[in-house]
């Protein structure tokens, strides 16, 4: 028996003595004070004496009650001094912290600080905006010393994020012996889609560190993808598309009591996956009486909405990036959406051939459709009110209310520069998060042509290859020349004559991998390749991965691929070319990437407590692969999904076919020839970008350990109540994040996982759990280090 499988049985066993307990409510200081005692087995009672209890809450399924504390030295908080404990039956039975030590020893006796306003000019210098010289008075709050440590000042410009400034200890994660006195200022630069953070030296002014609250997933750079496509408007002060003539019923005497959205439906990821359906009244998949549903969708507690706004989300278009506030319940925010009338009818019309704005109502409705299908099936795995949910009334169930979503479609579509993205900002509990859908726009499909024979001439279906960058015909360029069929499949280095060199490889798909028939291809001098399906239906993406391939490659069908093989005892000439110009697809309309930016709003607010959602800032910290993972959940179709799958993430955005090589390094796949991403890759800046595919590798542990618990338990296509393996490990994938320290890296990561299968599960799945993870690398040997290296 390896080492590692004897460690997991060991492991089950000595969980379920510790576990065996009953639980029980405590009071809030007997919470502390139970913690403060587990605390003081490793700091000083310096470091704990002014420790708050910020936040707790419990978690029925794992019959804890999860308590966090805020560090706290001098009457100043300690930045991200958090410790995070599960407490069951008056024992903790788990403990994490990222308290400083030492803080009488480390932390500076000079007590000299610079101005808030010097503060802010340092951290507006650093990040290149322009600040008003006067920002006018701010709201101040002071500590029990009378120091002021918090500034709050109103926005510097409409719709803004308000500037703040906090005064913290701040440990230097490159200089750990030093703690210094820090002003943390948090600026909105809009016109970038930024939120800032900067830390700077309260002495003077050096910055400390930065962070963008605003989690952007993915970039120009990073996709290769640069379009110079603008639009124009010839009223500048024109902000929605349509004109706002919405309406709201006041009043909660008439209820809603059916609704009519026509949406890509789960599992339908987007466009090229499937079509759309009419869904009935959405809300009753929660089951009768379930909380997540009490509200419907188009009722906050207060007014009932007849647009796409609702206790969970207020949907509209912001295309000129204008980022409106949220309003009070009943008051619109001047921006467009969708109207379904009395009889809340949202089956609008959709014509993807169409201008982007021509279907601004299909577009939002089905915004606001996932988000609502984010909420209430989160809700079912435990991200409810007191776990810091988006709710305007979380009527009497904890946490905070009035943080609905704000979800922008089609953002800075008429305002130059805001393309090919989706970002999510997620502020503590009780202050709104804001999703903004951008449109793509990126080249069309490649186009294949036969100039002759007259016979077969004409524009042939072909699907690009997703090997890397490198072979893109986008990068490479046209191609054309004769077609030189090797007259077999190709596996072999003797199957590709000095003949072909200069010429365009005909290939047979078949035995033996796409990158091997094409890599051959290259070395006996091709100019490109094409491979004939070996199956009926339409080409597919070609996978597998190697950069050293520069030919550009494709796959054929087999009908068209017959025909083309039947002529090539004679001269076939041929053409590839990327169409000019860009094509526009809908980020409203991806589900996936609707679930991914909503995947960044649970797990920061389940990091580290609802109060403290900058606990993922990190360099190894995983918020990328979390929502990468939601987002695979959310739309596979379990009743036909198989481990060896390739799931890629944002084929829709990228012109490519469903199962085409998508915006991340690989596809996710159990098969570790299609993804074979390992923790040893995390320190590799050539193959895993920051923090995208540090994500990557986090999702695809997440992914193995899926399909390994499905292999114990079967899968279920219910989301919301399904007893399958994915059910399970999405709940403990959830338990995990509330269960890990702030900032955690990947072995936090996994460690939370495996005690929150040991509380709700009783260790049922942790060899399933161990078993993943060791495969790409994270068995129990592996070593963290610190999570602010990579």
Not at 194 to 207: E, F, L, S
Not at 660 to 679: A, E, K, Q
Request: proline share 6%; hydrophobic share 40%; with cysteine.
């Amino acid at each position: 028996m390896h080492a590692w499988k004897r460690f997991c049985h060991f492991s089950i066993v000595i969980y379920l003595l510790i576990f065996a307990v009953s639980s029980q409510a405590q009071s809030t200081s007997a919470l502390r004070d139970l913690v403060i005692k587990e605390a003081a087995k490793s700091y000083a009672a310096s470091d704990l004496s002014e420790s708050q209890l910020s936040y707790s809450y419990a978690t029925t399924g794992l019959n804890v009650t999860h308590v966090y504390l805020q560090q706290y030295y001098h009457g100043i908080p300690v930045f991200n001094g958090v410790i995070n404990a599960a407490v069951r039956g008056g024992e903790v039975v788990h403990f994490n912290s990222t308290y400083v030590k030492g803080m009488e020893q480390r932390a500076t006796t000079d007590m000299r600080m610079m101005t808030v306003a010097q503060a802010m000019t340092y951290a507006a210098n650093h990040v290149q905006m322009q600040l008003p010289s006067n920002m006018g008075t701010a709201e101040i709050t002071y500590n029990g010393n009378g120091l002021p440590v918090k500034y709050l000042y109103a926005p510097v410009h409409e719709n803004e994020e308000r500037p703040a400034v906090n005064l913290f200890w701040y440990q230097d994660p490159q200089n750990a012996k030093q703690v210094n006195l820090c002003w943390e200022v948090i600026l909105d630069d809009q016109p970038n889609q930024n939120i800032w953070h900067i830390m700077v030296d309260a002495h003077d002014g050096t910055i400390l560190g930065q962070y963008d609250a605003v989690i952007k997933c993915f970039s120009d750079d990073e996709l290769g993808i640069h379009g110079n496509e603008s639009v124009h408007t010839t009223q500048s002060t024109r902000v929605s598309a349509h004109a706002d003539n919405r309406t709201s019923i006041l009043g909660i005497n008439m209820p809603v009591m059916s609704a009519t959205y026509n949406v890509y439906d789960a599992p339908i990821e987007s466009p090229n996956f499937g079509s759309r359906s009419l869904v009935m009244d959405p809300w009753d998949r929660n089951g009768m009486g379930n909380p997540a549903g009490t509200l419907m969708w188009h009722n906050d507690g207060t007014n009932i909405y007849t647009y796409t706004r609702g206790n969970n989300v207020y949907a509209y278009e912001d295309t000129l990036n204008t980022n409106p506030g949220l309003p009070a319940t009943g008051v619109s925010n001047g921006h467009y959406s969708p109207d379904g009338g009395m009889t809340f009818n949202f089956a609008f019309p959709l014509n993807l051939a169409n201008h982007p704005r021509t279907n601004v109502d299909p577009a939002i409705t089905n915004l606001f459709f996932w988000n609502n299908l984010n909420h209430d099936i989160f809700y079912q795995y435990g991200f409810d009110e007191q776990a810091g949910n988006f709710q305007i009334d979380n009527l009497g169930r904890g946490g905070s209310g009035n943080d609905a979503v704000r979800a922008e479609a089609m953002d800075g579509f008429i305002s130059p520069g805001s393309r090919n993205n989706a970002n999510f900002f997620t502020p503590d509990d009780g202050l709104p998060p804001r999703m903004q859908m951008f449109v793509w726009n990126v080249p069309p499909p490649p186009l294949f042509t036969i100039s002759s024979p007259a016979s077969i001439a004409g524009d042939y279906k072909v699907v690009e290859s997703g090997f890397s960058p490198n072979n893109k015909l986008a990068n490479v360029g046209p191609v054309s020349g004769a077609i030189y069929y090797i007259g077999g499949e190709g596996c072999s280095a003797m199957d590709y004559p000095v003949a072909l060199s200069g010429k365009i490889a005909l290939i047979d798909r078949g035995t033996c991998a796409f990158t091997v028939k094409v890599k051959f291809a290259q070395d006996a001098g091709a100019i490109a390749a094409i491979v004939v399906n070996n199956n009926t239906g339409l080409p597919t993406t070609m996978g597998g991965n190697d950069p050293s391939i520069t030919i550009p490659a494709f796959m054929i069908s087999m009908a068209d691929g017959s025909l083309i093989k039947a002529q090539t005892n004679g001269t076939v000439m041929a053409s590839m070319s990327q169409p000019a110009g860009l094509a526009f697809n809908l980020g409203d309309l991806d589900n996936g990437v609707i679930t991914h930016e909503y995947g960044h709003g649970i797990s920061n607010r389940l990091t580290g407590g609802p109060l403290n959602s900058g606990c993922l800032v990190v360099n190894e910290q995983m918020g990328e692969g979390w929502s990468d993972y939601f987002a695979l959940m959310l739309t596979t179709d379990w009743t036909m999904a198989a481990a060896n799958d390739r799931r890629p993430i944002g084929t829709y955005a990228l012109n490519e076919q469903p199962d085409g090589f998508g915006i991340r390094p690989f596809p996710y796949s159990y098969d570790l020839s299609i993804n074979p991403v390992t923790y040893a890759d995390l320190p590799n800046a050539a193959l895993l970008s920051l923090p995208h595919g540090i994500g990557t590798v986090w999702a695809s542990m997440l992914w193995d350990m899926t399909w390994n618990i499905i292999n114990m338990q079967g899968a279920d296509p219910d989301m919301y109540h399904g007893v399958g393996g994915n059910n399970i490990a999405l709940q403990l994938v959830i338990d995990g994040l509330k269960l890990q320290t702030c900032n955690p890296g990947f072995v936090d990561g996994r460690d939370a996982i495996l005690l929150a299968d040991q509380l709700r599960y009783g260790g049922a799945h942790t060899c399933a759990i161990w078993d993943a993870f060791a495969r790409r690398g994270l068995g129990y040997s592996a070593s963290q280090g610190s999570p602010n290296d990579r």
